[in-house]
């Protein structure tokens, strides 16, 4: 078990540091995908690398292929439980406000985004969801990732501006 949690920890460690710019992925792929997923709050011993349910996008939502996924401090103090009720945040919670990848497949009510775009996403405080192999984001979440920026500049950009350090 502790191996697991260990391998997680490094898994979200290391996806920025040796992230590839990402290819499109069938739709067909499965129903099933890996996650890092907090069941309970605490240290870096909490997460779980584990197999869940692949979401399925609805009309206003974007299925991203995650390429790379930030460690952001907001994610380390919601991972602690000290935020839990001042963001609403419940478990079992995959974590990870910044990432980047593919848009796999798009809603019918998404114009601004095709299948194959490479993208980028800041996901709410309370459903958290970029420690995964694919994230839902709604339209107002996500954007076009520019092609002269590779996908984990992006989300070195995105981990930097966060203003609010958590002590």
């Known amino acids: 078990m502790m ?14 540091a040796q992230a590839r710019e990402p290819e499109p992925s069938p739709k067909s792929a499965g129903t ?15 997460l779980n690398y584990e197999e869940t349910p692949r979401p399925e996008p609805g009309d206003d939502e974007v299925l991203i292929r995650v390429v790379p ?10 991972r ?7 963001f609403h945040t419940t478990s079992p919670l995959i974590p990870g406000m910044d990432a980047a990848g ?7 009510k998404i114009s601004a985004l095709k299948a194959g775009d490479p993208v980028y996403a800041f996901f709410t405080l309370r459903e958290e969801r970029g420690y995964a192999e694919f994230a839902l984001a709604k339209e107002n ?4 990732k520019p092609s002269s920026i590779r996908s984990r500049r992006v989300i070195r950009a995105a981990k930097s501006s966060c203003a609010w350090r958590p002590i």
């Open 32 to 46: 099933k995908m890996k996650a890092v997923v907090l069941h309970v709050y605490g240290g870096p011993q909490v």
């Open 141 to 144: 979440e996500v954007g076009r």
């Open 3 to 16: 191996k697991t949690r260990i391998f997680a920890c490094l898994f979200v460690l290391t996806l920025c």
């Open 102 to 108: 593919v848009a796999n497949t798009t809603g019918s």
């Open 69 to 78: 996924a930030s460690v952001n401090p907001v994610d380390v103090a919601i």
């Open 80 to 86: 602690s439980g000290k935020y839990a009720e001042y």
